[in-house]
Protein backbone atom coordinates (compact mmCIF):
# COMPACT_ATOMS: atom_id res chain seq x y z
CA UNK A 1 0.00 0.00 0.00
CA UNK A 2 1.36 3.72 -0.61
CA UNK A 3 -0.43 5.19 2.25
CA UNK A 4 -0.45 4.70 5.81
CA UNK A 5 -4.17 3.14 7.22
CA UNK A 6 -5.02 0.47 9.59
CA UNK A 7 -4.84 -2.37 7.38
CA UNK A 8 -1.42 -2.16 7.02
CA UNK A 9 -0.48 -1.11 10.73
CA UNK A 10 -0.09 2.92 9.12
CA UNK A 11 2.92 0.82 7.11
CA UNK A 12 2.55 1.71 3.85
CA UNK A 13 5.46 -0.51 1.96
CA UNK A 14 4.53 0.08 -1.70
CA UNK A 15 8.17 2.32 -2.71
CA UNK A 16 9.65 -0.32 -1.63
CA UNK A 17 7.37 -3.17 -4.05
CA UNK A 18 7.56 -0.87 -6.84
CA UNK A 19 11.76 -0.44 -6.45
CA UNK A 20 11.91 -4.11 -6.63
CA UNK A 21 9.44 -4.36 -9.67
CA UNK A 22 11.71 -2.17 -11.51
CA UNK A 23 15.18 -2.20 -10.49
CA UNK A 24 15.22 -6.46 -9.96
CA UNK A 25 12.43 -8.05 -11.64
CA UNK A 26 12.49 -5.92 -15.05
CA UNK A 27 16.04 -6.11 -15.35
CA UNK A 28 16.07 -10.27 -15.40
CA UNK A 29 13.16 -10.47 -17.71
CA UNK A 30 15.39 -8.03 -19.94
CA UNK A 31 18.18 -10.72 -19.62
CA UNK A 32 16.48 -13.39 -20.07
CA UNK A 33 13.48 -12.07 -23.19
CA UNK A 34 15.59 -9.28 -24.73
CA UNK A 35 14.49 -5.44 -24.34
CA UNK A 36 11.05 -4.22 -24.52
CA UNK A 37 10.06 -0.63 -25.01
CA UNK A 38 7.51 0.83 -22.39
CA UNK A 39 4.72 1.04 -25.05
CA UNK A 40 4.72 -2.50 -24.80
CA UNK A 41 4.89 -2.99 -21.11
CA UNK A 42 1.97 -3.34 -18.87
CA UNK A 43 1.83 -3.49 -15.22
CA UNK A 44 -2.26 -4.71 -13.80
CA UNK A 45 -3.92 -5.34 -10.38
CA UNK A 46 -7.37 -5.90 -8.81
CA UNK A 47 -8.32 -4.46 -5.86
CA UNK A 48 -5.52 -3.17 -4.14
CA UNK A 49 -3.30 -4.11 -7.00
CA UNK A 50 -5.42 -1.90 -8.96
CA UNK A 51 -4.75 0.66 -6.38
CA UNK A 52 -0.25 0.01 -6.77
CA UNK A 53 -0.62 0.05 -10.10
CA UNK A 54 -1.78 3.01 -10.81
CA UNK A 55 0.01 4.82 -7.87
CA UNK A 56 3.13 2.89 -10.19
CA UNK A 57 1.96 4.02 -13.12
CA UNK A 58 2.51 7.92 -11.64
CA UNK A 59 4.96 7.50 -9.58
CA UNK A 60 7.00 6.44 -12.72
CA UNK A 61 5.70 7.93 -15.45
CA UNK A 62 7.13 5.95 -18.59
CA UNK A 63 7.86 2.81 -17.04
CA UNK A 64 4.55 1.28 -18.10
CA UNK A 65 2.91 1.67 -21.47
CA UNK A 66 -0.28 0.57 -20.07
CA UNK A 67 -1.80 0.24 -16.71
CA UNK A 68 -4.54 -2.44 -15.76
CA UNK A 69 -6.18 -1.28 -12.91
CA UNK A 70 -9.22 -3.66 -11.97
CA UNK A 71 -11.55 -2.86 -9.58
CA UNK A 72 -9.25 -0.15 -7.20
CA UNK A 73 -9.40 0.22 -3.67
CA UNK A 74 -8.93 4.05 -3.81
CA UNK A 75 -10.59 4.05 -0.26
CA UNK A 76 -7.31 3.30 1.78
CA UNK A 77 -6.52 6.85 4.12
CA UNK A 78 -9.67 8.49 3.51
CA UNK A 79 -8.81 8.43 -0.45
CA UNK A 80 -5.27 9.62 -0.61
CA UNK A 81 -4.51 8.37 -3.46
CA UNK A 82 -6.59 10.96 -5.41
CA UNK A 83 -5.04 14.10 -3.55
CA UNK A 84 -1.75 12.27 -4.31
CA UNK A 85 -2.44 12.13 -7.67
CA UNK A 86 -2.08 16.22 -8.28
CA UNK A 87 0.33 17.12 -10.31
CA UNK A 88 1.57 13.94 -11.44
CA UNK A 89 1.01 12.58 -14.99
CA UNK A 90 2.31 10.32 -17.86
CA UNK A 91 1.33 11.64 -20.99
CA UNK A 92 1.86 8.43 -22.90
CA UNK A 93 0.59 6.18 -20.76
CA UNK A 94 -2.89 4.07 -21.71
CA UNK A 95 -5.29 3.47 -18.61
CA UNK A 96 -7.44 0.33 -18.47
CA UNK A 97 -10.38 1.47 -15.38
CA UNK A 98 -13.02 -1.15 -14.44
CA UNK A 99 -14.96 -2.22 -11.82
CA UNK A 100 -18.31 -4.24 -11.82
CA UNK A 101 -21.51 -2.99 -11.00
CA UNK A 102 -21.95 -5.01 -7.71
CA UNK A 103 -18.77 -4.14 -6.04
CA UNK A 104 -20.30 -2.75 -2.48
CA UNK A 105 -22.25 -3.69 0.39
CA UNK A 106 -25.73 -2.88 -1.36
CA UNK A 107 -26.94 -1.48 -4.56
CA UNK A 108 -26.85 1.64 -3.72
CA UNK A 109 -23.09 1.42 -2.16
CA UNK A 110 -22.39 -0.25 -5.92
CA UNK A 111 -23.92 2.55 -7.42
CA UNK A 112 -21.43 5.22 -5.52
CA UNK A 113 -18.59 2.88 -6.65
CA UNK A 114 -19.35 3.01 -10.12
CA UNK A 115 -20.09 6.75 -10.05
CA UNK A 116 -16.60 7.46 -7.68
CA UNK A 117 -14.83 5.33 -10.96
CA UNK A 118 -15.78 7.33 -13.12
CA UNK A 119 -14.99 10.34 -11.39
CA UNK A 120 -11.53 8.55 -10.74
CA UNK A 121 -11.29 8.29 -14.72
CA UNK A 122 -12.18 11.86 -15.55
CA UNK A 123 -9.37 12.96 -12.83
CA UNK A 124 -6.93 10.61 -14.89
CA UNK A 125 -7.83 11.61 -18.39
CA UNK A 126 -5.80 15.07 -18.02
CA UNK A 127 -2.81 13.15 -17.06
CA UNK A 128 -2.40 10.12 -19.18
CA UNK A 129 -3.07 9.44 -23.22
CA UNK A 130 -6.25 7.32 -23.07
CA UNK A 131 -8.19 6.22 -20.04
CA UNK A 132 -10.61 2.84 -20.89
CA UNK A 133 -13.60 2.50 -18.52
CA UNK A 134 -15.54 -0.86 -18.50
CA UNK A 135 -17.99 -1.19 -15.89
CA UNK A 136 -18.96 -5.11 -15.66
CA UNK A 137 -22.43 -6.46 -15.99
CA UNK A 138 -23.33 -8.08 -13.05
CA UNK A 139 -19.88 -8.41 -11.08
CA UNK A 140 -18.48 -8.36 -7.80
CA UNK A 141 -15.07 -7.27 -6.22
CA UNK A 142 -13.46 -11.25 -6.69
CA UNK A 143 -11.49 -12.97 -8.52
CA UNK A 144 -14.47 -14.26 -10.67
CA UNK A 145 -15.27 -11.18 -12.16
CA UNK A 146 -11.78 -9.69 -12.68
CA UNK A 147 -11.22 -13.34 -14.52
CA UNK A 148 -14.08 -12.64 -17.05
CA UNK A 149 -12.80 -8.70 -17.86
CA UNK A 150 -9.13 -9.86 -17.94
CA UNK A 151 -9.07 -11.18 -21.44
CA UNK A 152 -10.79 -7.89 -23.20
CA UNK A 153 -7.98 -6.07 -20.89
CA UNK A 154 -5.74 -8.10 -23.02
CA UNK A 155 -7.01 -7.93 -26.31
CA UNK A 156 -7.39 -3.79 -25.44
CA UNK A 157 -3.85 -3.57 -23.98
CA UNK A 158 -2.25 -5.84 -27.57
CA UNK A 159 -3.91 -3.54 -29.56
CA UNK A 160 -3.13 -0.17 -28.44
CA UNK A 161 0.36 -1.33 -27.96
CA UNK A 162 1.52 -1.96 -31.35
CA UNK A 163 2.17 -5.64 -30.48
CA UNK A 164 -1.57 -6.90 -32.60
Do not use: C
Request: proline share 7%.
Amino acid sequence: MPFAFELNNFDPVADEYLDWIRETLKPELTRRFGPVAPARTALAGSSFGGLITLYAGLRDPGEYGTWGVLSPAIWPADFALRRWMSGRSDPQARVWLDMGDHEGPDLKGAAEIVKLTHALAADLSPLVREVQVTIGQGHWHDEAAWRARLPAFLRWWVKGSGSA
